[in-house]
């Protein structure tokens, strides 16, 4: 019922962009979810790329600080981040997250796309 549809991923040289969008449906009110941005690397554990509340307050990883932007659209019921400045360390699969804690808690996590940075 509830779907996250991730998009944008793809291949890109080191100091490129790219822009990922998050597309939920089956959800009534959107606007009540804290949405975020994982990626997860070979070998290495998932992490939180960046955050934004119900209210718009962002937040992001250290390695990721002035080169990802995270923004939401609560009309469209979509959550985009764009990165610029990429580097190979930013190559993983990137998943879309939706959080909330009411009425219950609940995570719903998108299918993945793929990061890769490379020359």
């Known amino acids: 019922q509830v779907q996250l549809v991730e998009s944008g991923g793809g291949l890109v040289q080191p100091g490129g962009s790219l822009r990922l969008s998050c597309a939920v449906s089956?959800?009534?009110?959107?606007?009540?979810?804290?949405m975020a941005w994982y990626r997860q690397a070979p070998g290495k554990q998932r992490e939180l790329v960046a955050g934004?509340?119900?209210?718009?307050?962002?937040n992001y990883t250290d390695a990721v600080k002035g080169r990802f932007t995270i923004s939401r659209d609560n009309a469209k019921k979509t959550v985009y981040l764009q990165m610029n400045s990429l580097k190979p360390e930013d190559t993983a699969v990137y998943y879309c997250?939706?959080?909330?804690?009411?009425?219950?808690?609940?995570?719903?996590w998108g299918q993945g796309t793929q990061v890769t940075v490379s020359s």
């Open positions: 997250n939706a959080h909330r804690r009411a009425p219950n808690l609940r995570d719903f």
């Open positions: 089956g959800v009534f009110f959107f606007s009540i979810y804290d």
């Open positions: 934004i509340t119900n209210d718009g307050s962002t």
